[in-house]
């Protein structure tokens, strides 16, 4: 249980510090870097890759979790030509 609790605290201590970066390094480090207008850019192509990423899965989540259990006790081929297809569908959806 000890082990538990270290990595839980130096998983929170990183990801703490991690947000501390990123504050400082908006609030402090870009401002100074570049105008106010590049911001607001990188900021709005960052929002419209974080939206579109939910559209380019296609839907493919839902059958990867609930049909993985019954894919595997099936032959290995026809399970990766699944997954092949998937993933092939996916590639063409994000353009």
Do not use: H
């Not at 998983?11 to 402090?28: C, P, T, V």
């Not at 493919?60 to 259990?69: E, M, V």
């Amino acid at each position: 249980m000890g082990q538990i609790r270290r990595q839980t605290l130096i998983s929170s201590l990183i990801i703490y510090s991690g947000f501390l970066l990123g504050a400082f390094n908006l609030i402090y480090v870009l401002p100074r870097l570049l105008p106010v207008e590049y911001i607001g850019l990188t900021r709005l192509i960052q929002d419209f890759a974080a939206m579109l990423t939910a559209f380019a899965g296609l839907g493919f989540a839902g059958p990867f979790t609930d049909l993985d259990p019954i894919l595997k006790n099936i032959l290995n081929r026809v399970v990766m030509t699944f997954y092949n297809s998937s993933l092939l569908l996916r590639i063409l959806g994000c353009w």
